[in-house]
């Protein structure tokens, strides 16, 4: 079936840490994985994306990771700061009924400490 | 340039009742999307415009729920008649391609009590 698993649901990390956020698929076929921050008030904001034919990308400060093998794929936020404070959804596209379509994460709501 | 713009921000409705939630993606961008969050939990897909067409309403939750896409620019979503379970954030996204780059509006929040 069509599903993408999230965890953590929550993460509280001390200002200048890391976060990781790690997303699996279930749809071997999945070739498009991007990533979604979500502040409050506002609606998700695309901040990367990777597709299958790569296993790395890095934007600056944040970086995802895919292992196709495996089927998970991951965020990466070094140096954090408070304003990175937001929900982040994981999201992988999925065929399904002879038609592609992006299936999402739960979220992972991070808080970041100052 | 501006993004995709959602009306209204919120609204609070009686079951039983109609609403109609609309949607004015990016300029240029042929395919238009909704979804769904109730509370807590995923993103739900809920179907796909390409220009006026619908390419995919395998998300619709049932026949109350009607989207539009008149001349292939804004979008409106009907619901009627409204039941509580209906209740939840409406995104509406577009995109150039399709299925990739989706740049989401605000969203509607849908109250039905």
């Known amino acids: 079936g069509e599903n993408v698993e999230q965890h953590p649901s929550t993460l509280s990390v001390q200002e200048g840490d890391s976060a990781v956020i790690k997303c699996t698929y279930s749809?071997?076929?999945?070739?498009?994985f991007p990533w979604y921050k979500q502040e409050l008030g506002k609606g998700p904001q695309l901040i990367i994306d990777?597709?299958?034919?790569?296993g790395e990308k890095k934007d600056q400060r944040i970086a995802v990771t895919l292992n196709k093998t495996a089927k998970h794929f991951s965020l990466h936020i070094t140096e954090t700061q408070p304003e990175d404070s937001a929900v982040y959804f994981c999201?992988?596209?999925?065929?399904?009924?002879?038609?592609?379509?992006?299936?999402f994460g739960t979220g992972t709501r991070l808080l970041v400490s100052p | 340039e501006a993004g995709v713009t959602q009306f209204p921000s919120h609204s609070v409705i009686e079951k039983g009742q109609t609403v109609t939630l609309r949607c004015d993606p990016i300029?240029?961008?042929?395919?238009l999307y909704w979804y769904r969050r109730v509370m807590g939990k995923e993103i739900k897909f809920l179907l796909h415009f390409v220009k006026e067409s619908k390419q995919d309403e395998s998300g619709m939750p049932n026949n109350r729920f009607l989207a539009e896409r008149t001349g292939g620019t804004y979008s409106t979503l009907k619901v009627q008649p409204a039941e509580l379970e209906d209740s939840g954030v409406y995104f509406c996204?577009?995109?150039?391609?399709?299925?990739?780059?989706?740049?989401f509006g605000p969203g509607t929040r849908l109250t039905v009590t």
């Open positions: 749809d071997s076929a999945s070739n498009y």
């Open positions: 990777i597709r299958s034919n790569v």
């Open positions: 300029s240029g961008h042929d395919n």
């Open positions: 999201a992988a596209s999925i065929m399904n009924t002879g038609f592609q379509k992006l299936v």
């Open positions: 996204a577009s995109s150039q391609e399709a299925h990739t780059q989706e740049y």
